[in-house]
């Protein structure tokens, strides 16, 4: 009997130690799943309304300034900040969104999503240039607004026929005026010249007198910032952060592209920015490690996914390099969602963006930074404004350059650039 069960009990132990090892096999011979590029694009597109709702339909309904919360770095106090923070929200949803909210209308369920947050955008603008509306923003004091003005030109400028021309002919002279106060103050010395430089661009572009000055300002200091290979310093000094994604690569071009369009330069300095934001795309996509993660480096880490916009944006044009695919951008910028808003709860429990990068991690925001700057994330969403059909969201998955390089695939060398 004492036997039997020895024998009993040896082969319980073999079963068991059989088993699992057929179960570390199986896992370790497990497929991941394969994600279509229509796929990607129902993740990005419910990923990005999950962000922008909450601001954009608020302001539709005059609830912003009741319904939003005013975060801010601990020790700081929320006052001055919703002078402020409204209109950041404000404008930088708008600048994200705007290239999706450009595509035509259509029955599908992202379509549907799209009509109801132009929709509502269209109605919460109005509200936010009359000065009776409990939503009317502040463009007039703190210079702060200088910079989210900026990012609402850059929404026009991205989706005119979507943002601009359904507007009322009151809501446009209102929205022309608020810009046009905003003259009375000056900013830092650094990209803040091209906020203003923006600005006045799109006053320009809808047939407005614009301050020269600006214009002028903005053109010579940022080229003279240029230090060479796809990087702008900002300002007088170089540091190594995300702003030239953040701000100057997409906004130049954007402020660019007006004056070329209005004779004010001529097209290959337009030309020149564009190849200069497409090397620096180059950088973009390389810092994307196999895992779908990027450096937390710099200034303003909390703005998220906006470290993704000049990389969006030329895929947005289509000028990606030739040795880098739409495919392999989308991959990685897919990874990075899912790496930055799966695995972590960047949202309060009412829907709104938290304080810090991976999660609510207050203590690294800047002293600058609230509720309403962290709407920077929408800008690394530009792609949604190719339509469905296109090669970026058509072609099968395929590795980044970090991912090939790190599983020993063939992948293209890197050298510097003069432009």
Same mark, same amino acid.
């Given at each position: ?197 923006? /600005? ?43 702003? /030239? ?144 059909? /296109? ?29």
């Amino acid at each position: 009997m004492n036997k039997l069960k020895y024998m009993f009990l040896l082969a319980m132990i073999f079963f068991i130690a059989n088993t699992n090892v057929q179960a570390q096999a199986a896992k370790k011979t497990k497929q991941t799943p394969v994600v279509s590029g229509a796929q990607d694009r129902e993740y990005w597109a419910e990923l990005l309304y999950k962000i922008a709702s909450p601001v954009i339909l608020n302001l539709s309904n005059s609830t912003l300034k009741k319904n939003m919360p005013v975060e801010v770095p601990p020790g700081m106090k929320s006052d001055p900040f919703k002078k402020v923070t409204y209109l950041e929200a404000v404008g930088r949803t708008m600048a994200g969104v705007a290239p999706w909210l450009a595509l035509p209308d259509d029955e599908t369920k992202e379509g549907q999503m799209r009509k109801k947050l132009r929709t509502a955008l269209l109605k919460g603008i109005a509200n936010a240039v009359d000065p009776a509306n409990p939503d009317y923003l502040n463009f007039r004091t703190e210079s702060q607004p200088i910079v989210d003005a900026a990012y609402m030109a850059q929404a026009f400028l991205r989706a005119p026929k979507a943002l601009w021309e359904p507007l009322d002919a009151v809501t446009k002279a209102r929205i022309a005026e608020e810009f046009k106060a905003l003259r009375t103050r000056t900013g830092a010395y650094n990209n803040w010249l091209l906020f203003a430089g923006i /600005n006045e661009a799109f006053l320009l572009s809808i047939g407005e007198q614009a301050d020269p000055v600006r214009l002028e300002f903005a053109k010579r200091k940022i080229l003279e910032w240029y230090q060479g290979d796809g990087w702008y310093s900002d300002g007088p000094s170089f540091s190594m952060d995300y702003y /030239n994604s953040y701000v100057i690569h997409p906004m130049l071009v954007d402020f660019f592209k007006v004056l070329s369009d209005k004779k004010r330069v001529n097209v290959e300095m337009y030309d020149t920015a564009v190849k200069r934001m497409v090397r620096y795309s180059e950088f973009s996509e390389r810092i994307i490690s196999p895992e779908g993660t990027y450096p937390a480096m710099g200034r303003s880490v909390t703005y998220r996914t906006a470290a993704f916009q000049a990389l969006g944006q030329v895929v947005l044009m289509e000028k990606l390099p030739t040795q880098i695919s739409p495919a392999q951008v989308r991959s990685g910028i897919t990874a990075v969602m899912h790496r930055m808003f799966d695995q972590c709860n960047n949202f309060d429990a009412a829907g709104w963006l938290v304080l810090g990068f991976c999660g609510s991690q207050p203590e690294i925001a800047d002293g600058y930074t609230s509720t309403g700057s962290l709407y920077m994330a929408t800008l690394g969403f530009l792609p949604l404004g190719l339509p469905a059909d /296109n090669v970026f969201w058509t072609s099968p998955a395929a590795d980044w350059t970090a991912k090939k390089a790190w599983s020993g695939q063939p992948f293209k060398k890197d050298y510097h650039v003069e432009y």
